[in-house]
């Protein structure tokens, strides 16, 4: 559902991470790439709205800022990470938690 959110507001480089074997504080990563500022705000507001509204699942907090090129929206056993690409390469998650389970993989 979640991953509808990102589609319809033009996010991309979408991979969900299963972590559940790693003994971190969230089963899942969702990771996804929006373009500029207002596409990272765009999608952080409309996954966590979508989250509640369709899902009935409570967000738990949010962090960081579109500014900044990095928002992090935590709902507990999922963690929704929306980057920029240059921050995304920065930080580069997908190579941090290499031995996860990589679940899913969208362009």
Known sequence: ????????KKGSNIVLL???????????????????????????????????????????GIEGDSAAGWVLIDFGDLVVHVFSPEKRAYYSLEEIWDRAHIVMRMQ
């Open 18 to 60: 299963d972590l559940k074997e790693h003994n971190v504080f969230a089963d899942y990563f969702l990771i996804c790439d929006g373009s500029n500022e207002r596409q990272l705000s765009a999608l952080a507001d409309n996954i966590a709205f979508d989250a509640k509204q369709k899902a009935n699942i409570q967000m738990l």
């Open 1 to 8: 559902m979640l991953v509808d959110t990102i589609e319809d």
